[in-house]
T-cell receptor, first 113, second 113 residues
Framework: GNSVTQMEGPVTLSEEAFLTINCTYT??????LFWYVQYPGEGLQLLLK?????DKGSNKGFEATYRKETTSFHLEKGSVQVSDSAVYFC????????????FGTGTRLLVSP | SQTIHQWPATLVQPVGSPLSLECTVE??????LYWYRQAAGRGLQLLFY??????ISSEVPQNLSASRPQDRQFILSSKKLLLSDSGFYLC????????????FGDGTRLSIL
């Protein structure tokens, strides 16, 4: 079946550091890929998405590129802020009519001033 | 745009008591609806999804059930809660066409004593 693997957390960085959170997937067909962010005590918000190979999703300084050859969708940001502290989830959708999401386990990011 | 409302935000229930969590959707008609659970230290797991009124699909065997009495209403229930039902429950809507991301509510934190 479909699955998503994320790097273990927590990831601890100083403000303005470069961020990479690794995400790889296993899927049949042509899934869409997503990054969701969960701030403390809140639900999930869509951060960015990519729907086909070589697409780059970007939002709020974050970006991720859909790499079919390596089945990866790594999240990057050039300069993190304290306000970026949250849990980040990588997910895929199988693009059937049911659009069920399969999530990774999440990676907690802690940014210190 | 689509908005997902969930309540209550937090709930503390004794073992063996019943449960009813409600989710409603604004801004769209005939959405796909989903219930996810996030257990402590684990990722998000899809529990149920619904593509229409009265249509419920269960993803994992469990102590919970779901119902969709109206187009924009999705209810998660249990007749007798177990300790293992503790977690953060998230309702999501959307994803009814290819590549469309799901939108999440703010979640309900359920603690079983």
């Amino acid at each position: 079946g479909n699955s998503v693997t994320q790097m273990e957390g927590p990831v601890t960085l100083s403000e303005e550091a470069f961020l990479t959170i690794n995400c790889t997937y296993t899927a049949t067909g042509y899934p869409s890929l997503f990054w969701y962010v969960q701030y403390p005590g809140e639900g999930l918000q869509l951060l960015l998405k990519a729907t086909k190979a070589d697409d780059k999703g970007s939002n709020k300084g974050f970006e991720a590129t859909y790499r079919k050859e390596t089945t990866s969708f790594h999240l990057e940001k050039g300069s993190v802020q304290v306000s970026d502290s949250a849990v980040y989830f990588c997910a895929l959708s199988d693009n059937t009519g049911f659009q069920k999401l399969v999530f990774g386990t999440g990676t907690r990011l802690l940014v210190s001033p | 745009s689509q908005t997902i409302h969930q309540w209550p935000a937090t709930l503390v229930q004794p073992v063996g008591s019943p449960l009813s969590l409600e989710c409603t959707v604004e801004g769209t008609s005939n959405p796909n609806l989903y219930w996810y659970r996030q257990a402590a230290g684990r990722g998000l797991q899809l529990l149920f999804y619904s593509v229409g009124i009265g249509q419920i699909s269960s993803e994992v065997p469990q102590n919970l059930s779901a119902s969709r009495p109206q187009d924009r209403q999705f209810i998660l229930s249990s007749k007798k809660l177990l300790l293992s039902d503790s977690g953060f429950y998230l309702c999501a809507g959307g994803g009814d066409v290819f590549s469309q991301p799901q939108h999440f509510g703010d979640g309900t934190r359920l603690s079983i004593l």
